[in-house]
């Protein structure tokens, strides 16, 4: 995908949010301002790293194309407390931690499945610091959030209608899969 | 204060004045501009023309910043609007923010208001029940309040023209303590709906699972399509603004027929800071306005005048409407002015899992919502340790389920894919509360708003009957629950819910045969003060366990058809 039609997705995800188009050609800023918590440019990066990971380009567009870890920026500065903020950028610090401590390679350039580890040992332990399952949960739910409820999903995946215009009852099932949302 | 020669005056008289453009004054606008009296409709807010005004009407999901969710500093501002159900980024923009109109709660009451041409009737949850002498005749078979001066047989008809006029979808159930009315055809009960209805029918010999009645075009009929409405397309968007007119609103509704009529003038930005009365004539000659724009102070002049400013608001209206012959407040020889406050308890709910049924699902959205289940206690006679009793809405659904767990590609399309799980079948309580003279509002002696309007002090409360009422509710559904089948039965009151979010604060200027005990006559008119009428919520003498607003039109349509015969008549 080019620059263009990337910060394009971007802006489509972000709606009101504020955007800095040359920044992201300089690429040393940051893609959002945040004014309830600090997040420097490199944590911004590596957030998105994360967010691919939980939701990776395939044949089909993945969480760095749907700008998703903005999306789950955006949400955690408007929507959450102050503690959740304050466990999340900790968290964060503490995952980068980890990161470098397992290699010396940037996260982005490990290959998915070894970030794909990281990230299931982190989700599957219960003894990590606080701050680290805050930001782990807050990365993930969000950004599963910013997918399900993204344009792409909710009209290529599970349609979202919004003029259903029926309501029908005793509809047979024929098979488990549910083709379309209703809600 | 405006020129007062006497073209300006001409120009500020009108035959009629309507206070409040929602539910029920959209229907006095309707009525009385109907019967070829020139009216002028007053709006504390601003105007919200249909359609025009619907701002996020048609947007999806994600085209929403924070996907329909408030942020928290909004959340943290205004903790009362918030605990509404419906305030979210798609609807905010009609609700009354916290610090925009200030009250003084002398015990916690979510006060929730819609300041804008349609009032709440954008916001409604729109279910629509006729009212039944069951209920009219409470107060005096069961000793609370006082007599209701009027019956069903008195209401019936009205009930008739405005269900024709709004659009009422539902079925005849032919249950007495729930009469039918003119319907459009009701929405269906789903599989397990229906099931659970047969189950009760069987089980119970004075209970029922009905589809629920609610004001939406179902199947529209030629009055409809001339109101420029058409069917319902089954968003369940509503709280939007419907640009199909789906649902009933003073918006799609009354106020553009009104204006149609070329017999209206529509004003918002009016806050009524009193009724103007004339002890030489005897009744009341105008009402006094603030410009919320400009802040000037403007008469307007009627022969006759509608209080539908929303209940408590009315209230403070009356009150603040103070004379030599009326130092408490237009009407209010008796004192009662502003007491006997009632509402609707909507404190608890039973949820379960229900087994099997996994060969049906349901497609599209329900408009009604589900089932209703009419009052079934202490209808006949008292049977219970407390008075009254409650319906609720009943209401099953089939869950999807999506393995969310771990993270890249398998994720991926374990959220791509959803599967259906099993059925979950939920039920709320709607309880009737009743009316005592310790729950009221009055005027703060000293705390004004920026329009030097005192402030509203409210001071409402449960009571015993509301807990044992609560309770009973709990124990009789988890019951029928428990009879159907259903599984893992989670009975729940809901914590920390403060009267008012309800949204069906009702009372204070109450209907009643003796002026010495009641604000208003059987016509909704003020005892001692014949050219001002009062048909919303405020006129409410008990509350009834049924949503409202279906009866608020009626008394409406109703009252209007007096006022005109009588002006006629030349009494008013």
């Known amino acids: 995908m080019d620059r263009r039609v990337a910060i394009k997705n971007l802006a489509l995800v972000l709606g009101g949010a504020t955007l800095f188009p040359k920044d992201i050609l300089a690429g040393g800023k940051n893609l959002i301002q945040l004014n309830n918590l600090s997040i420097s440019p490199a944590q911004e990066k590596l957030l998105a790293e994360v967010a691919e990971t939980i939701i990776p380009k395939t044949t089909t567009p993945g969480a760095k194309d749907m700008g998703l870890h903005l999306f789950a920026l955006l949400m955690l500065n408007d929507c959450y407390g102050k503690q959740d903020q304050q466990q999340f950028t900790e968290g964060l610090k503490q995952f980068a931690a980890i990161v470098a401590k397992q290699s010396a390679k940037p996260f982005a350039l490990w290959p998915q499945a070894q970030r794909e580890a990281l990230l299931l040992s982190i989700e599957q332990k219960n003894d990590l610091p606080a701050e680290l399952n805050r930001f782990y949960r807050i990365t993930k739910d969000k950004t599963v959030q910013g997918y399900t409820q993204s344009k792409y999903f909710m009209t290529k995946k599970v349609v979202y209608e919004l003029v259903p215009s029926r309501y029908n009852v005793n509809v047979p099932v024929k098979t488990k899969n549910t083709a379309v949302k209703h809600g | ?572």
């Open chain 2, 1 to 572: 204060m405006a020129n007062l020669n006497i073209d300006s005056v001409k120009e500020r008289t009108f035959d009629a004045i309507v206070i409040g453009s929602g539910i029920s004054g959209g229907w006095a606008a309707k009525e009385l501009t109907g019967k070829g009296l020139k009216t002028l409709v007053l709006e504390r807010g601003r105007d919200v023309k249909h359609n025009v005004d619907y701002p996020t009407t048609n947007m999806y999901p994600w085209e929403f910043k924070h996907r329909n969710e408030m942020p928290l500093a909004v959340r943290e501002e205004n903790p009362i609007v918030s605990r509404c159900y419906a305030f979210h980024e798609d609807a905010a923009h009609f609700f009354v923010k916290d610090k925009e109109h200030p009250y003084i709660q002398e015990k916690p009451f979510d006060w929730i208001r819609g300041y804008q041409v349609g009032g709440k009737s954008l916001l409604w949850a729109r279910q629509t029940q006729r009212w039944s002498d069951f209920d009219f005749e409470g107060p005096a078979r069961d000793g609370f309040a006082v007599d209701w001066p009027i019956r069903y047989a008195d209401i019936a008809p009205w009930y008739s023209y405005v269900e024709k006029f709004a659009g009422i979808s539902g079925n005849k159930d032919g249950i007495a303590e729930l009469p039918d009315g003119e319907f459009l055809p009701g929405f269906p009960l789903n599989t397990v709906e229906k099931y659970f209805s047969d189950h009760v029918k069987k089980t119970y010999n004075n209970r029922h699972v009905i589809s629920a009645r609610c004001a939406h075009l179902s199947k529209p009929e030629p009055i409809h399509f001339e109101q420029g409405r058409v069917q319902c397309q089954n968003r369940v968007l509503c709280q939007r603004g419907c640009p199909f007119g789906g649902y009933f609103s003073s918006n799609a509704s009354t106020i553009p027929w009104a204006m149609k009529s070329g017999n209206m003038t529509l004003r918002p930005f009016s806050v009524v800071q009193s009724i103007i009365y004339d002890e030489s004539k005897g009744k009341a000659t105008g009402v006094r306005v603030i410009d919320t724009n400009t802040n000037e102070v403007i008469e307007y002049y009627a022969r006759i005048i509608f209080v539908n400013a929303a209940a408590l608001n009315t209230n403070m209206i009356l009150l603040n409407s103070t004379s030599n012959r009326f130092p408490n407040g237009l009407g209010n020889d008796s004192g009662v002015l502003g007491k006997y406050v009632a509402f609707h308890l909507y404190t608890a709910t039973v949820n379960a899992d229900v087994d099997g049924f996994t060969e049906f699902k349901t497609e599209g959205r329900n408009p009604a919502g589900g089932g209703y289940i009419p009052r079934f206690r202490n209808v006949q006679k008292q049977e219970t340790d407390f008075l009254r009793g409650y319906a609720a809405g009943l209401g099953a659904y089939r869950s999807t389920h999506t393995d969310s767990s771990g993270v890249g590609s398998k994720l991926k399309n374990a959220l791509g894919s959803p599967e259906l799980g099993g059925w979950k079948v939920g039920s709320h309580m709607m309880g009737e509360t009743i009316p005592k003279e310790s729950n009221y509002v009055k005027l703060d002696k000293d705390q004004k708003d920026q329009w030097g309007m005192p402030l509203l002090r409210i001071s409402v409360d449960y009571d015993d009957n509301d807990r044992k009422m609560t309770n009973d509710y709990l124990e009789q559904v988890s019951e029928m629950f428990e009879t159907a089948g259903f599984k893992n039965i989670r009975k729940e009151i809901t914590k920390g819910k403060a009267p008012g979010l309800d949204i069906h604060e009702m009372g204070g200027a109450r209907m009643g045969h003796d002026p010495k005990t009641s604000v208003l006559n059987k016509w909704n008119q003020v005892h001692t003060c014949s050219n001002v009428f009062v048909t919303d919520g405020a006129s409410m003498t008990s509350t009834a366990c049924q949503n409202p607003s279906l009866t608020y039109m009626a008394f409406t349509a109703r009252s209007v058809d007096y006022a005109v015969s009588e002006m006629k008549k030349g009494n008013l």
